[in-house]
Nanobody, 121 residues
Framework: VQLQASGGGLVQAGGFLRLSCPVS????????MGWFRQAPGKEREFVAA????????YYEDSVKGRFSISKDKIKNTVYLQMNSLKPEDTAVYYC???????????????WGQGTQVTVSS
């Protein structure tokens, strides 16, 4: 299983970024793709998730209304559109695969390398 998050960068507060995470080598159809983030000195925290087989999406409260998770089933890619970014969104963002919805990073069996998002004030 291979995942690779990309699309991070440096942006001013109020700006936007779109993260991408193509996934390959995973044959199980009923899985969840999740986005997590980890700031220095903090645990990896849940941001958003989507069930691959339908349109269900889940968000952490602080990103609701600002972030949007979506997927392209042809490209086998999950996206995270991040709008109205805040300095507290600064972190390394990771995409992961789990067999069921969970906000705990321990439930995610496969991870890609993270991408740094830095929001300046």
């Amino acid at each position: 299983v291979q995942l690779q998050a990309s699309g991070g960068g440096l942006v001013q507060a109020g700006g936007f970024l779109r993260l991408s995470c193509p996934v390959s080598g995973f044959a199980f159809s009923n899985y969840h793709m999740g986005w997590f983030r980890q700031a220095p000195g903090k645990e990896r925290e849940f941001v958003a998730a989507t069930r691959w087989s339908d349109s269900r999406t889940y968000y952490e409260d602080s990103v609701k209304g600002r972030f949007s998770i979506s997927k392209d089933k042809i490209k086998n890619t999950v996206y995270l559109q991040m709008n109205s970014l805040k300095p507290e969104d600064t972190a390394v963002y990771y995409c992961g695969v789990s067999y069921a919805y969970d906000t705990n990073y321990c439930a995610y069996k496969y991870w890609g390398q993270g991408t740094q998002v830095t929001v300046s004030s």
